[in-house]
């Protein structure tokens, strides 16, 4: 079993930290192995940025992605610069409030997570919203529970409940969202 994730939006979403959880739950949650890599652009916040999260059973021997499974796109720009390295049969997951030109002749999951995260009162949160939705439509050969522990452990403690209905509400979202 080899996963490949890659998860891409601007800095400040939060894009980083979706990568580590999700190699976090691999890893320390669920006894596989997992690598994370990450890039961004020069700017602090608002320049693009992206993570690869590579999980397998088996020793990795390259750290980044070379066949992409799954993308997630939090933002036009990164669905534009990203899609590219996709194969025709990459799984790709937006929020249509973030990714508003998405006509690419396939199927595209989308979850609206920004608003989730607003629902809950605080958009800081889409990402782990996203994390939720990802795992809810993608097997990531991760339980459930090992990606919610990820989270539990990764955000700050006072923000521990708001970070987990975020993901519980972003999972649920993403087990009932069929590709549009």
Known sequence: M????????????????????????????????AVQSQSYGPE?????????VIISDETIGYPRPTSIDVFV????????????????????IIDPDLVTQSDVGRPIYKVRVQKIAEELGNKIVTNIAMVGALTG???????????????????????MELNINAFEKGLEAGKNARPE
């Open 2 to 33: 080899k996963k490949e994730i890659q998860v891409a939006g601007f800095g400040g979403q939060g894009v980083i930290l979706s990568g580590f959880i999700i190699g976090k739950a691999a890893c320390v949650f669920a006894d596989l192995n």
């Open 44 to 52: 602090a916040r608002g320049g693009a940025a992206k993570t690869a």
């Open 137 to 159: 439509i993608y097997d990531l050969g991760v339980p459930d529970e090992a990606v919610k522990q990820a989270v539990i452990d990764s955000v700050p403690k006072k923000f």
């Open 73 to 92: 796109a939090m933002a036009q720009e990164a669905f534009n610069s990203y899609l590219p390295d996709c194969r025709d049969d990459t799984v790709l």
